[in-house]
Structures are given as structure tokens and as C-alpha cells.
């Protein structure tokens, strides 16, 4: 409970001003590019949404408290170590953007380059400014197995070709067999047929 009591007192405005009113700007940016667009387009929407949602957690430093932030306090953990606080950084810049380029509402897209140009440079700011100096091993990955992580990535990807067929191209091996690294085979474990 003392941790949502935090995020809470965080959405208003604290030591870091200048980070909060940056945000405040860009939240505002957002929701006026969200209620702009036009009745049925779903995409957009989407986007402004996510945007909007990633403000709200890199406001509240969400990651810090719904993660484990090990010996980091959970503020350091969301602002410096956690890469996932880089990536919502890197959708509040990408995603106004995209909007702007795939809206029907013409006179939105002025704010639309506005919120990712501003969404970019609070990204490349706060990168610069705190986690360009941080150690790989300190990247908050920890908790993450990397090699099960690979070869679930490499399964999705396998069974995305074969959803997909020829929609999806990862590059093939032959155009019906995906190539996908798992894991390293050791040379004694390797079986070569000659046909």
C-alpha cells in the first residue's frame, strides 16, 4: 500500500520539476492529438493510448515499485537501470510520430510532429542526462533468464513463419523453412545425412 501511496504522490509535481512539466507538456500534447482524431480509426487511437499510458508510468516510476528492484531504490531503478523505462521513452517519441503520418484528420498532424519532436527530445535528455553511464551488468535485466528469453523469442518467431507463410520474411534458409538460431550445438551433437 505505501507503494501505490508513492506513485501517487509522484503524479503531482515533485523535486524534479523540470522532468514533471515535461511531462505534464506531453501528456497535454497527447490527449489533444488523441481527441482529434477521427471516429473510427482504431490505430491511432491505439497509439495516443500508449503513449498516453507510457507517460503515466514513466510519471509514476511504475517500473521501480511493480518490479524487483534488487539493491536499487525503486525511483534510481525505474529512472537509471530499468531498460523497459528507455523503451516507453523511445513509444513517446515513435508513436506521435506515426500518428502524424497515418492520421485522416490533416490538421492534427502539426501536434502530432510537436508531441514526438518533444517526445524525442525528452528521451535523448533523460538518456543522456541518466542512463547513458550505466554498466550492461547493472541493466535491469537481472531477473530475466536471456538464454530462455532467446530461444522463446526464436520459437515466436518459427511460428510466426508458419502462421504467416510467405507474408512474414525473416529470411529462410529455403522459403519454407525459417532459419532460427537457438541455442549453439555442440560439433559431437551435429548428424549430417548425405541424400
Do not use: C
Amino acid at each position: 500500500m505505501e507503494d501505490v501511496n508513492e506513485m501517487v504522490n509522484a503524479l503531482w509535481l515533485t523535486d524534479e520539476i523540470h522532468w514533471d512539466l515535461a511531462l505534464y507538456g506531453l501528456f497535454l500534447l497527447n490527449v489533444i492529438l488523441l481527441l482529434m482524431q477521427p471516429e473510427g480509426s482504431s490505430f491511432t487511437t491505439m497509439l495516443g493510448g500508449l503513449v498516453i499510458l507510457s507517460i503515466m508510468i514513466d510519471k509514476t516510476h511504475a517500473f521501480g515499485y511493480m518490479l524487483d528492484p534488487g539493491v536499487y531504490e525503486p525511483v534510481r531503478y525505474h529512472e537509471e537501470i530499468f531498460i523497459g523505462t528507455y523503451l516507453i521513452r523511445v513509444i513517446m517519441f515513435v508513436a506521435p510520430l506515426s500518428i502524424a503520418a497515418s492520421t485522416k484528420n490533416s490538421k492534427s498532424r502539426g501536434i502530432g510532429v510537436v508531441a514526438g519532436v518533444g517526445g524525442g527530445a525528452y528521451m535523448f535528455i533523460r538518456w543522456y542526462m541518466e542512463q547513458r553511464d550505466v554498466s550492461t551488468q547493472d541493466v535491469g535485466l537481472g531477473y530475466l533468464d536471456m538464454q530462455i528469453a532467446v530461444q522463446s523469442i526464436g520459437m515466436l518467431l518459427v511460428l510466426a513463419r508458419i502462421a504467416l507463410r510467405n507474408r512474414l520474411y525473416l529470411g529462410a534458409v529455403h522459403r519454407d523453412i525459417p532459419a532460427t538460431v537457438v541455442v549453439d550445438i555442440a560439433p559431437d551433437d551435429v548428424e549430417v545425412q548425405v541424400a
